[in-house]
């Protein structure tokens, strides 16, 4: 996309939870970030000044709402309001990470279903379309009543897989860590042409997993461990042992969100795992970069995405993992 003229009537901008993939979106694209500051009184309150017009432009407000969830929401709904009031033509939400998608049903009763909630209130201040990345169900997509681009990365992580050289491609196998990671397990497992194989688990209370079985035959082979996110890591590690114990070669794991709080990185660094492969859709601080975790930057997949969304174009071609341009791009 770049050397190819820009419509001027796109503004990309960027809030605080992920300045470096939005700075690797404009820049692919072809455009400056936009101008905006976000600060904080001194009790908390945040306050954003739009610094240049976007009256009659199409914004694109980069930002996933993950940690600090709460105020990387607030700051959301803050700009979209700013860019309501300034006359924008169409205010279009980026969300690489969608947080708080893991309450999107009523598991119990009097239970909330807070992915709707956030829905309502991005819907309410503003927005006129959503485009996000690895929804941690795909029927979120549905809380939302303007239209919705899902996209997957799924393709740039086959990507990576099929570039690796330690990797014998005829003895792949895909592994779900769960029943409901089956399609997503199976999607990759088109890309690189592998089985699957699943592990079956209870969880006895939340963030603590327990590994009983394994659906299918990963004895001899080089097992892919593949999930939405990474989260305190539990269930990657134990699954990697429980494959390691059943005859895999080697175990790697990947996700598209690494959201990586409590023990994660201290479970990752200590288990079978040989790498774990994921995308910058949530912006990784020095600390959590260790050497087993590989980034692979989204942006192209954004920046391709935004474009053609500007040009009224098809984005279904995005999720084919030969679709030129979107080769994988290790961040180091």
């Known amino acids: 996309m770049q050397g ?13 939870s992920n ?20 600060s904080q009184f001194s009790d908390g309150e945040i306050k954003i000044n739009i610094e240049e017009s976007i009256r009659g432009n199409n914004v694109y407000i980069i930002q996933s709402t993950s940690s600090p ?15 309501r009031r300034a006359s924008a033509e ?22 909330p279903i807070t992915s709707k909630l956030i829905a309502n209130m991005i819907e309410s201040a503003g927005a006129t379309r959503i485009l996000a990345l690895d929804l941690h169900a795909s029927q979120i997509q549905g809380f939302f009543d303007v239209p919705v681009d899902h996209l997957m990365g799924a393709p740039l992580l086959a990507n990576y897989f099929l570039n690796d050289e330690k990797l014998e491609k005829q003895d792949m196998v895909v592994v779900s860590p769960d029943h409901g990671g089956v399609t997503r397990a199976r999607k990759l497992a088109e890309f690189l042409d592998a089985p699957i194989a699943i592990i079956d688990k209870r969880r006895p209370e939340a963030n603590v997993a327990e ?9 001899g082979r080089h097992a892919i461990i593949i999930d939405d996110m990474i ?10 042992e429980a494959l390691e114990d059943a005859g895999a070669l080697s175990v790697v794991a990947c996700c598209t969100h690494p959201v990586l709080s409590g023990p994660a990185i201290e479970r990752l660094d200590n288990s079978v795992l040989r790498e774990v492969v994921v995308t910058d859709s949530i912006q990784l601080p020095e600390e959590k970069r260790i050497d087993k975790i590989k980034q692979v ?9 935004i474009v053609r969304i500007h ?19 290790i961040i180091d």
Not at 75 to 82: F, G, R, S, V, W
Not at 297 to 305: C, H, P, R, Y
Request: charged share 25%; glycine share 6%; aromatic share 6%.
């Open 4 to 16: 190819e003229a820009v419509d001027p009537n796109i503004k990309i901008f960027s809030l605080n």
């Open 69 to 83: 969830v709460n105020d990387h929401l607030m700051e959301l709904m803050i700009m979209i309001d700013a860019c």
């Open 297 to 305: 930057t989204v942006a192209e997949l954004i920046a391709e995405a």
């Open 19 to 38: 300045q470096e993939l939005a700075e690797r979106v404009a820049q692919s694209i072809g455009v400056p970030l936009g101008k905006v500051s976000v």
């Open 211 to 219: 590994v009983m079985n394994i659906v299918g035959n990963v004895e």
């Open 90 to 111: 169409t205010i279009n939400v980026v969300i690489p990470y969608f947080g708080y998608a893991r309450q999107d049903r009523k598991a119990k009763p009097r239970e």
């Open 231 to 240: 989260d305190t890591a539990g269930t990657i590690t134990l699954a990697a």
């Open 311 to 329: 040009e009224n174009r098809s984005v279904s071609p995005l999720f084919n993992e030969k679709f030129k341009g979107l080769e994988h791009t």
